[in-house]
């Protein structure tokens, strides 16, 4: 067993918000965004599923057309190839885990 901590992780490059990878394996991948307020992650979509857990804060989850306010200790699932966006609409960070499952 191993303790990583997040601080020590670097930031994914290419990104303009703070993303970090804490864990990458065939089926499964964890990032931790951590959004500024005023910070947005623009509508797109990706070819795997997506569950999204709000750790910290609160925010905005874009599904195509409809904007769904979430708070910490939610959970959301998005379909693969179905657009979506994390928005902070707040005053403070708001920390989102992203859960990647591949098939």
């Given at each position: 067993m191993e303790i990583i901590r997040y601080d020590?992780?670097?930031?994914?490059?290419?990104?303009?918000?703070?993303?970090?990878k804490l864990y990458t394996s065939k089926k499964v991948e964890l990032v931790l965004?951590?959004?500024?307020?005023?910070?947005?992650?623009?509508?797109?979509?990706?070819?795997?599923d997506t569950i999204f857990f709000i750790s910290k804060g609160s925010g905005v989850i874009e599904l195509e057309n409809e904007?769904?306010?979430?708070?910490?200790?939610?959970?959301?699932?998005?379909?693969?190839?179905?657009?979506?966006?994390?928005?902070?609409?707040?005053?403070?960070?708001f920390n989102v885990l992203v859960i990647k499952i591949f098939d």
């Open positions: 020590s992780l670097e930031k994914i490059p290419g990104i303009n918000f703070d993303g970090r965004i951590s959004l500024e307020s005023g910070e947005k992650i623009n509508k797109h979509s990706v070819p795997f904007n769904i306010l979430v708070k910490e200790n939610d959970m959301m699932y998005c379909d693969k190839n179905r657009p979506h966006g994390v928005i902070n609409n707040s005053n403070e960070k």
